[in-house]
């Protein structure tokens, strides 16, 4: 059986931008397939997927002369993958396989019927046992989802087994957990995982070396929320001394809450460069409601000690938040721009993403958003539509 793993862009508006269209889902199950008999799993070369015309890749995905071929499915290539899905399918008699984000509880109703296989959650044990011929084929009409949620974070990362390579831009994803804390009404972090899967200090510090050493430009922590990982700080000591001299960039996400000037002093002394810290709205009734309570001050503060060593955080801030108005979204950005965190600033629209308790509860919530993809909220009780 061969399988080609396939995953589209962001849309691009002007030729040559960075992607950023890093396959880590697809290296992660081509590592899963490892020692399967009878499988082999092609993951399409960064740029087929990042710059080619829909034509060139259907041309080129029928070249490999797939058995199967599976997609990952994010907001921003939905419609453009299942569109690719359809003529490959048409034109090559295929399987078609898909999973990611996308995939979730109340999207697999509008899934189209030409897909025989849709997978919710990490894929990995999912995809050897489709390999293996262990999923039970499902009668035609019938839910043809596979709910799952066990990975392997115990393997080393798809980097240091040749999985996945550097690309142009030099930028490496280093899962470090999987799950979060939080359970953000607007987020998909959790992926309604009920515990953590978190990777030993001894894999991450092995990983990150490799990206040390292979010269990587910057590493990406793809926590949600660094800061809820168990014994970070030991972690950090050891990450500063094998990025000695600070070659390798870091980026993270935070709660800005929770560093304190002793703990920017070790994020400084690893190499991170920067952070993504989501303030979202200083509204309390959109706080409350998206069940993220921020103490400001302890934000400020936070942001500050960052500062401090030399470390900008991006703030992101969203509009459309239920409980929240126009004047209350001013407010933020008044916030924001008062207390000098305007250096980098992220606005987002709401976006009401499958599999998200906003999507769940939001007729409840009065979410009135665009069906297609990203989702994007048009009209709340607090805002309307010119709003």
Request: charged share 20%; proline share 8%; aromatic share 6%.
């Amino acid at each position: 059986m061969h399988v080609v793993l396939v995953q589209l862009p962001v849309p691009k508006i002007n030729f040559g931008l960075n992607t950023g269209n890093i396959p880590l889902a697809g290296a992660c199950l081509k590592q899963a397939s490892a020692g399967i008999p009878g499988s082999r799993v092609t993951c399409l070369s960064r740029p087929l997927a990042d710059h080619a015309g829909d034509a060139a890749l259907v041309s080129a995905i029928a070249g490999l002369e797939p058995d199967v071929v599976g997609f990952t499915l994010y907001a921003w290539n939905r419609d453009r993958s299942l569109y690719i899905a359809r003529v490959i399918k048409n034109q090559t008699g295929c399987r078609i396989l898909v999973g990611g984000p996308e995939i979730t509880p109340d999207t697999r109703d509008s899934l189209p019927g030409f897909i025989d296989r849709a997978v919710m959650g990490e894929g990995e044990d999912a995809f050897a046992a489709f390999l293996k011929g262990q999923d039970s084929p499902l009668p035609s009409g019938q839910d043809r989802s596979v709910p799952l949620h066990s990975g392997h974070l115990s393997r080393v990362s798809p980097y240091s087994t040749g999985d996945l390579e550097l690309g142009p831009d030099r930028v490496m994803l280093l899962e470090t957990q999987r799950g979060c804390p939080h359970r953000c009404g607007f987020c998909y972090y959790n992926k309604a995982r009920g515990k953590r899967l978190v990777v030993p200090d001894r894999q991450v510090l092995a990983d990150f070396q490799w990206g040390v050493e292979q010269g990587a430009g910057e590493v990406y922590l793809m926590d949600p929320s660094l800061d809820a990982r168990p014994g970070l700080e030991g972690l950090l000591k050891e990450m500063a001394r094998l990025n000695a001299g600070n070659r390798v960039g870091l980026i993270s996400e935070i709660r800005a809450e929770s560093v304190t000037p002793g703990m920017a002093d070790l994020y400084a002394s690893a190499g991170f460069s920067g952070f993504e810290a989501g303030l979202q709205s200083t509204n309390p009734a959109a706080q409350k409601i998206m069940n993220r309570p921020t103490r400001l001050d302890r934000f400020l503060k936070g942001v500050t000690c960052l500062q401090q060593v030399g470390i900008e955080p991006t703030i992101d801030i969203i509009f459309g938040l239920p409980g929240d108005t126009l004047a209350g979204f001013c407010q933020t950005v008044d916030f924001v721009s008062d207390h000098q965190m305007d250096a980098r600033v992220q606005v987002f629209p709401l976006l009401v993403l499958p599999g998200t308790d906003f999507r769940r509860n939001r007729d409840r919530l009065g979410l009135v958003h665009d069906p297609h993809p990203p989702y994007p909220v048009t009209a709340t009780r607090g805002f309307s539509p010119s709003d």
